[in-house]
Every structure is written in C-alpha cells, then in structure tokens.
C-alpha cells in the first residue's frame, strides 16, 4: 500500500544506526509512556474506536440523504485539515455526485463568509460544527453566523435536524449549547489531539455525509497500525522515513518539501504542514513543512529548488493510481507538435514528470528526495496514509526529545488578539 525508498535521500549516516533509540520511542509511543502520553490514543484507535458512534454517523448521513446537497464544515486547524485532505483526496475537485462541501471557520476573513453566505442561499443545507475545546474564536464566530442564517432559513426545528456538533463528550460551550439547542452531538476522544483526529468523528461525519466509505478508512488505518507493530528498521517504513528525516536535519537542511503530483493532493500537503509543524516546531527545533504540487510548481518553486540555495529536501508523495486516466488523442496533422505523446496514457505523462524531476532535482541540483508510493486514493488508503504519518510525526519528535502532542507557542496569538479585540 505505502513504500518509502530512501535511495536518492542522499543520507550521511545509516539509518539502521539510529535501531536503539527508535525501539526506545515506539516503546514510548505503543506503552504510552512518553512525553505528552495523555494524548497517545490515536496509537490503538483504528481498533479501538467507538463502533456504536461510528454506526450512528452512518445512520445520520443516510437518514439525510437526498435531503442536502451541500455539507458546511465549521472548524479549524485539526479540527478542519483532515476532513477536507480526506474528501479532496478520496472525492476529487469536482465529483460528479452533487455534493459540495464548504469549510467555513478557518479563517475571518468577512469577504469569505459573505461569499459563502450568498452561495448557499438556495442550497440545501446540513451543518457540522467541530471543535474540541468549543472555544476556538474561528470556529464560534462562523457557528453563530451560519448557525443564524440556518435557522432564518429553516426555521429552530428544521435547523436541530441539520446542524451536527463534533466535540468534548461532556465539557465545553459548544456541547452546552448543543444539547440546549438538540443538535446531534458527536465526541472527540479526551486523549486525542486535534492534528491526530480526523479518524475520530472529527473527519469521519463529515466523510460519511459525502458519501466516503469511513469503515474502509478505519481498516486503512487498522492495517498500517499491524504492519508497523514491528520497529524494526529493516521493515518499518513509517520508522525509516522518521530517521531519514532526523539524518537530514543534522546534515543541516531546515526545510521539507511535501511534493504531491495531482490538484486533489494539495490539501493533504496542507494537512501534513499542520502535523509536523505543530508537532515539531517548538524548543527551537524543528524542520520547516512546506509544499508543491508538480508540474504546477515546476513553473514558480522549481527554479529555487533546482538551483537556489540549499536548505531543502524534497519529501515526494506520489500516488500510483488515482482512478480516472485517458488516453492522449492524436492529430495527424500535428499542429502543436505534441503528437510524440498520442496514444499515451496522461498517467504515464504525469509518471514521467514525476522521474524526470526526481532525476533532475537529485543529480544536477544536489537535493535529497525521500520518495513514497502509495497504491491509490481510496479512503482506505487514504487510512493507511495517515497513520504512517502519525507514526513519523511521533518518532520524528521523541527522537528529538519533543512532546508532539501540545502547542504551546500558538496560544501567544491569541493573547495579543484577544487584548484587542476586548475579550475578558
Ligand atoms: O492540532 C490542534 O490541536 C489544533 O490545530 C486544533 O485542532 C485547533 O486549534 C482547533 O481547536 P479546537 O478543535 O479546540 O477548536
């Protein structure tokens, strides 16, 4: 399902070198025994989740359909990055299935919200608020708003049956409010941290609403979990890849570079930045997640990477098979010279691309590329996929000696925000 090949990572040390501290940390990590262990249950949860509340996220989305054609998703951060990888990943830009979802409450911008406000104003709606403190101002600021325009749009009742709370089992305003107010209400596990969170109802409700296989994801995800029990570094990929990064850091580069190779993989890049960053980012540590999307990016950040400085390596996520392909038509005329390519499959053109600038950024630009394969977009990869990165991002972070699971530097904003903007 997922491979990592460490070949052009350029690597200065071994990474079997590094065997004795990884055991050391996947013991950490599976005995819960490390820094920020209330916030480990993500390690067992592919088996361990709740099957009751998964049964009703799926009685929900059916119970509703045909009732709506849009899917608002209110939150930000952990609480909005994995939904939205998730469907653009498994659903494409622009499925052909009638579903829009719209991701509102990660941001203030006013232009946004009157925006969405006007295109939905004759669309049918159903709402999923999710927050796990259910104090984040992003999120409690486009609550009330949409909150309102759905309840001047299908009056108190029609509203409860379409607004969903994602939240605290038992504290917090936004689940006060939610069993005031009757809306369904669906738990983020207390040890549980928003970035390891979209297998939990968290992405789940919102995948389910559009129609997404959750039971496959959690399988995905269940399986990654089996196969990397073992830390082996000989076998375990998720482990290679964490100290694949670890070796290059002390070789002095600062920066990773996600690269993905297709338009709906560019909110999984993003997603990844808020894992590793928020994770890793802290004590003065830590590697910089940034990302491209190629051939996109060839024509803006290629020129950096190829020739400019060298603080980067290139992470390369490239997914094997992504459903739909075609075949590029010939013109026996010829008229834009492009008919080398008749005939060929647009898969084998972006493949191509793909080794092309492998061969390119490596050889001629010197810079190191770690190159994972996944098999395809199915949410079960998709479960798969993410659990990898879990696993990196944890090892990544003891093997600094780092808590991945708080983020204490993001509440500096928000002090000086709230100072002006008047809140007690
Ligand atoms: O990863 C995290 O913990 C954060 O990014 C949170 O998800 C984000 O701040 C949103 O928090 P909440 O779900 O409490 O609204």
Known sequence: MLKVD???????????????????????????????????????????????????????????????????VCGIGGSYLGARAAIEMIKGLYPSDGIEVIFIGNGFSPNYIHQVKEHIADKEVVLNVISKSGTTTETSLAFRIFRQFMEEKYGKEGARERIYATTDKARGVLKAQADKEGYATFVIPDDIGGRYSVSTAVGLLPLALCGIDIDALLKGSADAREAYRDPDLKKNDAYRYAVARRILDQQGYQAEMLVTYEQQMTMVAEWFKQLFGESEGKDGKGILPTSACFSTDLHSLGQFIQQGRKILF??????????????????????????YLA????????????????????????????????????????????????????MTCYLLQINPFNQPGVEVYKKKMFALLGKE
């Open 6 to 72: 460490l070949q052009y990572a350029k690597l200065q040390k071994d990474v079997l070198d590094y065997q004795e501290q990884v055991t050391a940390a996947h013991n950490d990590l599976v005995n819960k025994t490390g820094a920020g262990n209330d916030f480990l249950g993500w390690v067992d949860w592919p088996v361990d989740y709740d099957k009751e509340e998964v049964k009703r996220m799926k009685e929900l989305a059916a119970s509703m359909k045909g009732k709506y054609d849009t899917v608002l």
């Open 314 to 339: 290139e992470t390369l996520l490239y997914v094997k098979n992504v459903g739909t392909d075609s075949l590029f038509p010939s013109d026996p005329e010829n008229p834009d010279g492009m008919e």
């Open 343 to 394: 005939g060929k499959e647009l898969s084998w053109v972006n493949r191509k691309m793909m080794e092309g600038t492998l061969s390119a950024h490596t050889e001629e630009g010197n810079v190191p590329a770690i190159l994972i394969e996944l098999d395809d977009n199915s949410a079960y990869a998709f479960g798969y996929m993410i659990y990898f990165f879990f696993l990196a991002c944890g």
